[in-house]
C-alpha cells in the first residue's frame, strides 16, 4: 500500500531480507550493517519476524539436546508447551527489559535501532548454534564437542555486545550490561522451565 505523498511501503519479505543482510554484515564486526536494516518504526515492528525465523531453530537444538539427554521427565509435549512459552517471554522480555537501562545510559532514542538489529542478529546467533551442535552427532569426540559449543556460545555473546555497542553508540563497557541482563533472563526462565518440565 502506497505511503500517502511517498513511496510504497516495503514489502515484509524485503524488510526481513534487509534485516539479515545487516546482521551478517554485524556478524562479521561491520558496523555498516545497521545501515542496510529497515530502522523505520514499521521495519522495527516488523524486526519481531526474526522469532518466527528463528523458532524453528530453537526447536531443533531442544530435539538435540533431549536426542542427547533423554527426554524431559514430563514428558515431550508438555515440554514443548513450557519451552514455546519460555521463548516468548525471554524475547519480548529482554526487549522491554532493555528499554529502561538504555534510557539510564542516555540513549533512548536508539533503542529502537538496537532492538531491530537485536531481533535480526538472533538469526545469526541460531545459525552459529545448530551448526557448532551437529559435530557432536557425527561421531566427534565430546571434548571437541563440547569446544564447539563454547565457541558458539562465546560467540553468541560476542555478536550481541558489539550489536548493542554499535547500535546504541555506547562504549564496551556498558554495552555489556545488555549482555548481563539476557543471560539473566534466560538463566530464570531457564528455571521456571525447568520446574515446568519436571
Given at each position: 500500500?502506497?505511503?500517502?505523498?511517498?513511496?510504497?511501503?516495503?514489502?515484509?519479505?524485503?524488510?526481513?531480507?534487509?534485516?539479515?543482510?545487516?546482521?551478517?554484515?554485524?556478524?562479521?564486526?561491520?558496523?555498516?550493517?545497521?545501515?542496510?536494516?529497515?530502522?523505520?518504526?514499521?521495519?522495527?515492528?516488523?524486526?519481531?519476524?526474526?522469532a518466527g525465523i528463528c523458532l524453528p531453530g530453537f526447536l531443533a537444538l531442544k530435539l538435540l539436546g533431549w536426542a542427547d539427554d533423554?527426554?524431559?521427565?514430563?514428558?515431550?509435549?508438555?515440554?514443548?508447551?513450557?519451552?514455546?512459552?519460555?521463548?516468548?517471554?525471554?524475547?519480548?522480555?529482554?526487549?522491554?527489559?532493555?528499554?529502561?537501562?538504555?534510557?539510564?545510559?542516555?540513549?533512548?532514542?536508539?533503542?529502537?535501532?538496537?532492538?531491530?538489529?537485536?531481533?535480526?542478529s538472533n538469526v545469526v546467533q541460531y545459525v552459529i548454534l545448530l551448526a557448532f551442535s551437529v559435530p557432536r552427532f557425527l561421531g566427534?569426540?565430546?571434548?571437541?564437542?563440547?569446544?564447539?559449543?563454547?565457541?558458539?556460545?562465546?560467540?553468541?555473546?560476542?555478536?550481541?555486545?558489539?550489536?548493542?555497542?554499535?547500535?546504541?553508540?555506547?562504549?564496551?563497557?556498558?554495552?555489556?550490561?545488555f549482555v548481563v541482563v539476557d543471560l539473566l533472563i534466560g538463566i530464570f526462565i531457564g528455571g521456571f522451565v525447568g520446574r515446568l518440565?519436571?
Amino acid at each position: 500500500m502506497p505511503r500517502p505523498g511517498g513511496p510504497p511501503a516495503p514489502s515484509t519479505r524485503a524488510i526481513i531480507a534487509a534485516g539479515l543482510r545487516g546482521a551478517f554484515r554485524l556478524a562479521q564486526a561491520r558496523a555498516d550493517g545497521l545501515g542496510l536494516m529497515d530502522l523505520s518504526p514499521d521495519g522495527v515492528r516488523r524486526s519481531f519476524w526474526a522469532a518466527g525465523i528463528c523458532l524453528p531453530g530453537f526447536l531443533a537444538l531442544k530435539l538435540l539436546g533431549w536426542a542427547d539427554d533423554g527426554a524431559p521427565a514430563g514428558g515431550i509435549l508438555r515440554a514443548l508447551v513450557a519451552e514455546l512459552s519460555g521463548f516468548a517471554a525471554a524475547w519480548a522480555g529482554y526487549a522491554l527489559l532493555t528499554l529502561p537501562l538504555a534510557e539510564a545510559q542516555g540513549r533512548r532514542a536508539d533503542w529502537s535501532r538496537f532492538i531491530a538489529a537485536w531481533n535480526w542478529s538472533n538469526v545469526v546467533q541460531y545459525v552459529i548454534l545448530l551448526a557448532f551442535s551437529v559435530p557432536r552427532f557425527l561421531g566427534v569426540p565430546d571434548f571437541l564437542a563440547s569446544g564447539f559449543g563454547l565457541a558458539a556460545i562465546g560467540y553468541a555473546l560476542w555478536l550481541e555486545w558489539f550489536v548493542a555497542k554499535a547500535a546504541l553508540r555506547i562504549g564496551g563497557g556498558p554495552a555489556v550490561a545488555f549482555v548481563v541482563v539476557d543471560l539473566l533472563i534466560g538463566i530464570f526462565i531457564g528455571g521456571f522451565v525447568g520446574r515446568l518440565t519436571g
